[in-house]
Structure formats: C-alpha cells, structure tokens
C-alpha cells in the first residue's frame, strides 16, 4: 500500500517550488521599485545588485542562497534549510531602505513604493523556505513508513525461540503404490 500522507507533502512541495518558478520570472520582468525618476525593474536590481554590499545592502544575496538551497534541497535538507533561512534573513533587509544610490558622490533615489516584481520575488523566497519544510516532512513520513513496513527477509534458527521450532519432517523412501510396475525392478 502506498503512503498518502507522504504523497501530499512532496505534491505540496513541488507546488511550491514550481510556483516559486513562476514568482522569479515575474520578478524579473515586473516593476519592482518606482522612483520619482523612472520605474525600476526586477532583471536591472538582479544585475547590478550584488553591488549592494558597498552600502551594506545584503538584500540581493537572498537570490544566490535560494539557489544553492535548491541545489542542496536533495542531497542535503538540512543544509537546504539553513540556506533558505539565510535567505529569507537577507530579503528581510530589503523592506530597510527607501533610497537608491545614483552615483559616488552620495546622491540618492528615492523609493516611492514597491511593486508587484518586489512581492513576487519576496514571496518566491517564502516559496522555496516552505518547499524545503515540506520536503523534510515528506522524507521524515517516508523513512517511518518504509520502517513500519519492513518485515525479516529470514530468522536464524539460534534466534528463534525453542517453542517455535519444529522438527522437519523425516525422509521416507520414494515408495510406489501397488500393482504399478517400476522399471528398475523389470528390466
């Protein structure tokens, strides 16, 4: 019999991550910060936003940690866990600022709001974090199923209890029934 909660857990997880697929590709191509000069979208900031360290604005690394978790997700969750967590720590530092630098003389942008490339992306993260729990789940249910129905492929004798054994039966000599003639005997 196969198990269905198991099932759901990695159904729901792979939900998740191919929504998270569809929330990255949104992100990308949607306005994600609107200024008083121009609407910004999402594939300029994944471009240029690993510069954000100079201004120790860690935001952008939420996206490279989110990839290698789903890179670690199958061999190593636990580690897929814990860079999935950094990451949501990282996406939380971009709800921080509301400016953008504009050049090397401290002038600035400001932000006048988010939008929909931001949330897309801010719930991509929420996605991946929340696919890793379910795949923990779905690997922790499988592993007590398979161990719940896993029977002894043989019993030693020395193991079993004295009560249990019984004697096999004795050999008896190949004997043919009356009136049949045997060809060993007739030659």
């Known amino acids: 019999m196969r198990d269905l909660k198991s099932s759901v857990f990695r159904g729901i997880a792979i939900l998740l991550l191919l929504g998270a697929a569809v929330l990255f590709c949104v992100s990308m191509v949607e306005t ?3 200024t008083s ?4 979208h ?11 360290f100079i201004i120790f604005q860690f935001a952008w690394y939420a996206t490279p940690l989110n990839f290698m978790a789903l890179l670690l997700m199958r061999k190593r969750p636990w580690w897929a866990l814990l860079c999935s967590g950094l990451a ?3 996406m939380s530092q971009a709800f921080l600022f509301n400016e953008i630098p504009m050049d090397t003389s401290g002038n600035t942008i400001p932000i006048l709001s988010r939008g929909t490339g931001f949330y897309s992306w801010i719930i991509m993260n929420g996605c991946i974090f929340y696919s890793i729990i379910m795949m923990l789940i779905y690997r922790a249910f499988k ?3 398979e161990k719940s129905n896993t029977l002894p492929s043989s019993v030693l004798v020395s193991d079993a209890p004295a009560s249990t054994l019984k004697s096999p039966p004795p050999n008896q000599p190949l004997s043919f ?3 049949v003639i045997s060809t060993r005997s007739n030659p």
Not at 37 to 40: F, L
Not at 42 to 52: A, E, K, P, R, S
């Open 32 to 34: 994600t910060f609107v």
């Open 42 to 52: 999402g594939y300029w900031i994944f471009l240029t936003g690993w510069l954000g």
């Open 37 to 40: 000069e121009q609407s910004i």
């Open 177 to 179: 029934p009356t009136g």
């Open 143 to 145: 592993r007590d199923f």
């Open 88 to 90: 949501l720590l990282a």
